[in-house]
């Protein structure tokens, strides 16, 4: 009950924080008015017309604060990555509109793995017992999956975020009950979403120009991530396979010695 109290008060302090940066804006000629911003404060996009509508605001407002609008957005993708909540592609299509195609996808790459970092934290000091008490089958599914490419753990993780049909944030949850090191955690979220974050932060620097986001979700991005995801597989199928092999030929090694000892 102690982990589960101390992460609701964090994700309450975190809710605040977010709220009073999205509400108590510094003032400037283009959101100087609650009639400027349809009423209300800023918001997280759930379609595609929403999305729209935030760029413009912000994008406006960013004339005259860019360094607010950074914080803010900086703030915005930490929460929703570091408590695994869905709708992170709208933020990495926002960057694109927002701070280029080139700029935004180093931002939404350092923030995915920084936010993600963040939930692996959360996880395994408040969520350990929740994440294997709600998911028990999933959990010893994917801690299989890991002790048996603990030799490749790197490649094995940096398919897992390659392939398209990963869930991402159930990952980020179950990595400290599966002993991932965080550094190998790190690294594999950093290298391993680039695509997706590049797919996305490049259909936002032309939003302006979109009618749908079917492009984005489409079977050809799919596949592409899939074709990708493969290659990644390559070098620890053959570290495992060398591995292995190794192991093999120790072991007749270690046999002929001890045949050898025996006949003298």
Known sequence: MRPLVGLLLVFIGCTFALYLLSTQLPRGRTLGSDQETGGRSLWFPSDLAELRELSEVLREYRKEHQAYVFLLFCSAYLYKQGFAIPGSSFLNILAGALFGPWLGLLLCCVLTSVGATCCY???????????ASYFPDKVSLLQRKVEENRNSLFFFLLFLRLFPMTPNWFLNLSAPILNIPIVHFFFSVLIGLIPYNFICVQT?????TLTSLDALFSWETVFKLLAIALVALVPGTLIKKFSQKDLHLNE????NHLNSRKDT
């Open 121 to 131: 934290l959360l996880s395994s000091i408040f969520g350990k017992q929740l994440v």
């Open 204 to 208: 936002g620097s032309i939003l302006s």
């Open 252 to 255: 007749i090694s270690n046999t």
